[in-house]
């Protein structure tokens, strides 16, 4: 009777999720001025910036999201790739395939600096520091300069290996700046322009990545860690963390993969109080994460062309995402339904965390899942590890194999009594098929697509 009444108020719980989720975020206004593909959107505690492939920059005003009077800004020859506003709000950089990071001043529109990167390549993102005092260029023969901003000259200069360099991010404290290239590889730098590490992150290459503003924790001994999300062409979001001290040195650990997209991702972006994470792909939808649960809280598919970038504002629940079809969309998010609908999925939580062993097993078989039953209980797994497993444990540590196959060839491979896996050779401990519905939905997007 315990795990029923258990269950019907796990069910009665993530309804509620559900409900609260639908209404927590609602589109308010649709900016249509850009004549070309926007590439990147960028918030001040003030202003919204875009920019584009029509080789403009435009501001907004969060007020009433009315043009300013000195926008558009005009200077760059060619596409403007990115676009980010200095912390304090003063200072625009934009950078172009002209080979230029320009700063603007935001109240008047005047510009303050041409900065030409030193080989002449395109530059395809820029990024200014925490305290405003440096702002990276990163370009297309994968050269990376720090420039200092009081002066306008450059301060150094490094390059990676192989690739365009298309992503960049600082820490929060500022102590240490990573980079992602069109070869998928996460490159570490510190203040000194020192790589402190490199490592493949996405096999087809890094898109964009971010720093949650929040630190994971407090640390130990003056160690902070902080979380890294990256994107990339392999259609995967992952979830780092990362820690640097000038004693202990830096460490870069791998924690998740966010799912939810069938397309390769080209944007992602945190939440001024690193609670959400927000993702744009080429599968035209805007996801929405919680980062404590790794949740999918919403999926927004009002663009009509691939989503280019996204972006939350520093001060209030509001989210900008940028589109081919050349619209920049602004979002907003209801902040007494997103509580609500935490403190809900808490409760759901609490619910599952209680569950004994003989609980999940119970749960398993109402999901028609009874084969699996016997590895569950192999394995202890009870609520509190349920609430635990990710993709990898099930792979790794059930030994759950997770590759897709077409029904009929796996049915027959297990009808020919082969319990081993077909992509490992590694011994089944079941048989049971789980139906892959994100590849099937994304099978039928493309069907729709090239059969018109």
Same mark, same amino acid.
Request: charged content about 20%; proline content about 3%; hydrophobic content about 35%.
């Given at each position: 009777?315990?795990?029923?009444?258990?269950?019907?108020?796990?069910?009665?719980?993530?309804?509620?999720?559900?409900?609260?989720?639908?209404?927590?975020?609602?589109?308010?206004?649709?900016?249509?001025d850009?004549?070309?593909?926007?590439?990147?959107?960028?918030?001040?505690f003030?202003?919204?910036?875009?920019?584009?492939l029509?080789?403009?920059?435009?501001?907004?005003?969060?007020?009433?999201?009315t043009?300013?009077?000195?926008?558009?800004?005009?200077?760059?020859?060619?596409?403007?790739?990115?676009?980010?506003?200095?912390?304090?709000?003063?200072?625009?950089?934009?950078?172009?395939?002209?080979?230029?990071?320009v700063?603007?001043?935001?109240?008047?529109?005047?510009?303050?600096?041409v900065?030409?990167?030193?080989?002449?390549?395109?530059?395809?993102?820029c990024?200014?520091?925490?305290?405003?005092?440096?702002?990276?260029?990163?370009?297309?023969?994968?050269?990376?300069?720090?420039?200092?901003t009081?002066?306008?000259?450059?301060?150094?200069?490094?390059s990676?290996?192989?690739?365009?360099?298309v +992503? =960049? &991010? /600082? !820490?929060?404290? $500022?102590?240490?700046? @990573?980079?992602? *290239?069109?070869c998928?590889?996460?490159? %570490?730098w #510190?203040?000194?322009?020192?790589?402190?590490?490199?490592?493949?992150?996405?096999?087809?290459?890094?898109?964009?990545?971010?720093?949650?503003?929040?630190p994971?924790s407090?640390?130990?001994?003056?160690?902070?860690?902080?979380?890294?999300a990256?994107?990339?062409?392999?259609?995967q979001?992952?979830?780092?963390?990362?820690?640097?001290?000038?004693?202990?040195?830096?460490?870069l650990?791998?924690k998740?993969?966010?799912?939810?997209?069938?397309?390769?991702?080209? +944007? =992602? &972006? /945190? !939440?001024?109080? $690193?609670?959400?994470? @927000?993702?744009? *792909?080429?599968?035209?939808?805007?996801? %929405?994460? #919680?980062?404590?649960?790794e949740?999918i809280?919403?999926?927004l598919?009002?663009?009509?062309?691939?989503?280019?970038?996204?972006?939350?504002?520093?001060?209030?629940?509001?989210?900008?995402?940028?589109?081919?079809?050349?619209?920049?969309?602004?979002?907003?998010?209801?902040?007494?339904?997103?509580?609500?609908a935490?403190?809900?999925?808490?409760q759901?939580?609490?619910?599952?965390?209680?569950?004994?062993?003989e609980d999940?097993?119970?749960?398993?078989?109402?999901?028609?899942?009874?084969?699996?039953? $016997?590895?569950?209980?192999?394995?202890n797994?009870?609520?509190?590890?349920?609430?635990n497993?990710?993709?990898?444990?099930?792979?790794?540590?059930?030994?759950i194999?997770?590759?897709?196959?077409?029904?009929?060839?796996?049915?027959?491979?297990?009808s020919?009594?082969?319990?081993?896996?077909?992509?490992?050779?590694?011994?089944?401990?079941?048989?049971?098929?789980?139906?892959?519905r994100?590849?099937?939905?994304?099978?039928?997007?493309?069907?729709?697509?090239?059969?018109k």
């Amino acid at each position: 009777m315990g795990s029923i009444c258990l269950r019907w108020q796990a069910d009665l719980a993530c309804q509620a999720v559900l409900l609260q989720i639908k209404n927590m975020v609602k589109l308010i206004h649709t900016l249509a001025d850009h004549g070309d593909d926007v590439n990147c959107c960028a918030f001040s505690f003030s202003l919204l910036a875009t920019c584009s492939l029509d080789k403009t920059i435009r501001l907004y005003s969060l007020h009433d999201f009315t043009e300013l009077p000195h926008s558009p800004l005009k200077f760059h020859t060619y596409a403007v790739h990115c676009c980010c506003f200095s912390p304090s709000g003063h200072i625009l950089a934009s950078c172009s395939t002209d080979g230029t990071t320009v700063l603007w001043n935001t109240e008047n529109g005047q510009m303050l600096a041409v900065m030409e990167q030193p080989s002449g390549s395109p530059v395809r993102v820029c990024q200014f520091s925490p305290d405003s005092r440096c702002l990276t260029s990163g370009a297309a023969d994968g050269t990376v300069v720090l420039w200092n901003t009081q002066s306008y000259k450059l301060y150094r200069c490094g390059s990676v290996k192989d690739g365009s360099l298309v +992503a =960049c &991010a /600082f !820490s929060p404290n $500022g102590s240490f700046f @990573v980079t992602g *290239s069109s070869c998928g590889d996460l490159t %570490v730098w #510190d203040d000194k322009m020192r790589c402190l590490h490199s490592e493949k992150a996405h096999d087809l290459g890094i898109t964009c990545c971010d720093f949650s503003s929040q630190p994971v924790s407090d640390g130990e001994q003056g160690l902070q860690f902080f979380r890294l999300a990256s994107c990339g062409q392999d259609c995967q979001v992952k979830i780092w963390i990362v820690s640097f001290t000038h004693i202990l040195g830096f460490e870069l650990k791998y924690k998740s993969t966010l799912s939810g997209h069938c397309a390769p991702v080209l +944007a =992602c &972006a /945190f !939440s001024h109080d $690193g609670q959400m994470l @927000v993702s744009g *792909s080429v599968d035209k939808s805007v996801i %929405v994460y #919680d980062t404590n649960t790794e949740n999918i809280l919403h999926t927004l598919t009002q663009h009509t062309r691939y989503v280019t970038t996204c972006a939350f504002a520093p001060n209030t629940l509001l989210l900008a995402t940028g589109s081919m079809d050349k619209t920049v969309n602004i979002w907003q998010f209801d902040l007494e339904t997103l509580c609500q609908a935490r403190s809900t999925e808490d409760q759901l939580k609490q619910f599952t965390d209680d569950w004994s062993e003989e609980d999940v097993s119970t749960w398993l078989c109402a999901q028609d899942l009874k084969d699996l039953v $016997g590895i569950f209980k192999m394995n202890n797994i009870d609520g509190k590890e349920l609430l635990n497993l990710t993709k990898e444990s099930l792979a790794d540590d059930l030994k759950i194999d997770g590759y897709s196959y077409e029904k009929e060839a796996i049915e027959n491979w297990i009808s020919k009594k082969k319990r081993t896996s077909p992509m490992t050779n590694l011994v089944l401990p079941s048989a049971v098929l789980t139906p892959n519905r994100t590849l099937k939905m994304a099978i039928n997007r493309w069907l729709e697509t090239h059969q018109k």
